[in-house]
């Protein structure tokens, strides 16, 4: 979310806000602005520094408007069944109507994210700079944790064993 650096936590009112969390229910939006401690205090789960809307918003703006972008031609005709919302309509205004559009729609998204990413689908994402040390770390082990699950997976136990490794140095720090 951009224009709001500075800014105070809604909820302590001493600390920087470094989580932004907007939602919008029944078409109604609302914006929520707290430091992080605040925000685990809520139960507010931060996993991507980029708000989703804002992410696909961006991509979909840098990408020329062809129906491969999009799947088949079918999913035009596609309806959330719970908002009512269409494909066409985030072609026109490059947000989504509810949450249950990421999962209807995830086929079409998925296709424009890989397009505009060169097949990559992960976004990672970073930490902000005036982020607390400690979240950077929990970002790393969290990534760590990701390739140790997949190495594991894959039965590349080499792979592992060092990943698990570098895990435990990670958590030393």
Do not use: W
Request: aromatic share 4%.
């Amino acid at each position: 979310m951009q224009g709001v650096v500075g800014m105070q936590c809604q909820i302590c009112k001493k600390i920087e806000a470094t989580v932004h969390l907007t939602e919008i229910v029944d078409g109604v939006r609302s914006e929520m602005h707290m430091c992080e401690h605040c925000a685990q205090n809520e139960g507010v789960v931060v996993k991507s520094q980029v708000p989703i809307n804002e992410l696909l918003g961006n991509l979909l703006a840098s990408q020329p408007m062809d129906e491969e972008s999009f799947g088949a031609s079918t999913a035009k005709d596609e309806v959330c069944p719970y908002c009512g919302f269409t494909i066409q309509q985030y072609r026109k205004d490059g947000l989504l109507g509810c949450p249950h559009d990421y999962n209807v729609f995830e086929k079409q998204l998925s296709l424009l994210v890989e397009k505009t990413q060169d097949g990559k689908t992960v976004h990672r994402g970073k930490v902000p700079s005036k982020a607390p040390q400690q979240a950077a770390v929990q970002t790393h082990i969290a990534d760590l944790q990701k390739q140790l699950e997949a190495a594991v997976k894959s039965e590349n136990y080499e792979l592992a064993a060092k990943l698990r490794d570098r895990i435990v140095e990670a958590e030393r720090q």
